[in-house]
């Protein structure tokens, strides 16, 4: 079972807004990411989170405030957004953190858009 | 540095036939893994196939396959009677330090009728 959920599949909010973006897996994988996507780009790494740490944040604004509390799960929190902030947020999970031989498994999505 | 390149923005391809999408790569790590990955419209990226460098046997799943050549780091995609659900963008990739998953830019694949 190679299956990473997140919830909602859209969401819609103003700038003043503060909304959170949740994402779960269940297969013991101890590495969880989260992506921003641009319409036909790459995903862009924000946040990696291994052994329910942080270890990687990609300079992303505070505004995105990332949390782990427990290995299946991951939120991503929301506030004070900007329009540009509007698009496709992808979360991921692998085994591990062990480098270049380390395969990472998608969810759907939360397309967001910011008003 | 690591870096991926995919050559080709776009691409199409008639229902039934074969096409094959490129990519290069650099890297000094002598064991990786590459990837490539399938974004339909409907946006769930999808692990299309998976090649472990240090196997000499180019991977295959079903209609897809890679050619690998490690010395000149090329890892192509083949799509073999393409189907109008393979209409997706693809997207080559390579694990990086720390878990930083390294993309392509992607080639939008048109399946034609």
């Known amino acids: 079972d190679t299956e990473v959920t997140q919830t909602p599949k859209h969401l819609v909010m103003g700038m003043t807004n503060k909304k959170s973006l949740k994402c779960e897996q269940h297969m013991g994988h101890r590495a969880m990411y989260w992506y921003k996507q641009k319409a036909k780009k790459p995903p862009e790494l924000m946040f990696v989170?291994?052994?329910?740490?942080?270890?990687i944040n990609e300079s992303v604004p505070s505004r995105f405030s990332p949390e782990c509390p427990n290995s299946s799960l991951l939120n991503l929190h929301l506030h004070a957004l900007q329009p540009e902030d509007s698009a496709l947020y992808l979360c991921a999970s692998s085994q591990g953190l062990a480098g270049a031989q380390e395969t990472q498994y998608f969810g759907p999505g939360t397309r967001l858009l910011v008003l | 540095a690591q870096t991926v390149t995919q050559s080709q923005p776009e691409m199409s391809v008639q229902e039934a036939e074969t096409v094959t999408l490129s990519c290069t790569y650099d890297?000094?790590?002598?064991?990786?893994?590459l990837f490539w990955y399938k974004q339909p419209p409907s946006r769930q990226m999808i692990l299309v196939i998976r090649q472990e460098a240090y196997k000499q046997q180019n991977a295959t799943e079903n209609r897809f396959s890679v050619n690998f050549q490690k010395a000149a780091k090329s890892f192509s995609l083949k799509i073999s009677d393409s189907q109008l659900g393979d209409t997706a963008m693809y997207f080559c990739?390579?694990?990086?330090?720390?878990?930083?998953?390294?993309f392509g830019q992607g080639t939008e694949l048109s399946v034609k009728p």
């Open positions: 990739a390579f694990p990086g330090q720390g878990g930083k998953l390294i």
């Open positions: 989170y291994s052994y329910e740490k942080l270890s």
């Open positions: 890297t000094s790590e002598s064991n990786y893994y």
